[in-house]
């Protein structure tokens, strides 16, 4: 099987829900192959003060505590302690 890299493209999707201390929520668009390099950009914290310092080992990926991806309701994967 040939796989053509020239209709291949990168897009950014912003989340539908983003709440401060609880989660955000992206939405994929229908009917689209997403490839396994998919990526996480810019996970950060904010402050009012801005001295932020990160774990050392985990870095800003500590922030993150679990991820799951779902069609509709319908649960497909789930990573419970991103972390580790």
Same mark, same amino acid.
């Given at each position: 099987?040939?796989?053509?890299?020239?209709?291949?493209? /990168?897009?950014?999707? @912003?989340? $539908?829900?983003?709440?401060?201390?609880? &989660? #955000?929520?992206?939405?994929?668009?229908?009917?689209?192959?997403?490839?396994?390099?998919?990526?996480?950009?810019?996970?950060?914290? /904010?402050?009012?003060? @801005?001295? $932020?310092?990160?774990?050392?080992?985990? &870095? #800003?990926?500590?922030?993150?505590?679990?991820?799951?991806?779902?069609?509709?309701?319908?649960?497909?994967?789930?990573?419970?302690?991103?972390?580790?």
């Amino acid at each position: 099987m040939t796989f053509y890299t020239s209709g291949l493209k /990168t897009v950014l999707i @912003d989340p $539908i829900f983003d709440r401060a201390n609880f &989660g #955000s929520e992206f939405r994929l668009h229908p009917d689209t192959v997403y490839l396994p390099q998919f990526r996480l950009l810019n996970v950060g914290v /904010t402050t009012a003060t @801005d001295n $932020i310092e990160y774990n050392s080992l985990t &870095g #800003s990926y500590g922030l993150i505590r679990s991820i799951e991806l779902l069609d509709g309701n319908q649960l497909i994967d789930k990573v419970e302690q991103f972390a580790l």
